[in-house]
């Protein structure tokens, strides 16, 4: 069975950082994609970055320079590394993982960060 966990949500002052954790399990044949969203409360659910297989990254305007997405291949586990959080960053964040040769996608339950000012 397929699953996808995060973790590394909490409180954290306006300019601070915060660490994500996703770790995706179950997947037979191995994982291509993993990916970062977040959504605000009656909003839907907005992109924030991605990386493939091959370590490839790419990340919304919106937290461009300020996040960064890296992959451990080996434990299928990805880490966003948010840093200069604004309280506009407040949100749930949420993983997505893609697994190779397929287009279905998995996501975790959520982990809510909260910036405050």
């Known amino acids: 069975q397929v699953q996808v966990v995060e973790s590394g949500g909490g409180l954290v002052q306006a300019g601070g950082s915060l660490t994500l954790s996703c770790a995706a399990s179950?997947?037979?044949?191995?994982?291509?994609?993993m990916a970062w969203y977040r959504q605000f409360p009656g909003k839907a659910r907005e992109y924030i970055a991605r990386?493939?297989?091959?370590?490839?990254?790419n990340y919304a305007d919106s937290v461009k320079g300020r996040f960064t997405l890296y992959r451990d291949s080996a434990k299928n586990t990805a880490y966003l590394n948010m840093s200069s959080l604004k309280p506009e960053d407040t949100a749930t964040y949420y993983c997505?993982?893609?697994?190779?040769?397929?287009?279905?996608?998995?996501w975790g339950q959520g982990t809510r960060v909260t910036v405050s000012s």
């Open positions: 997505q993982m893609v697994p190779l040769l397929s287009t279905t996608t998995y």
């Open positions: 179950g997947s037979r044949i191995g994982v291509n994609i």
């Open positions: 990386v493939t297989r091959d370590g490839t990254t």
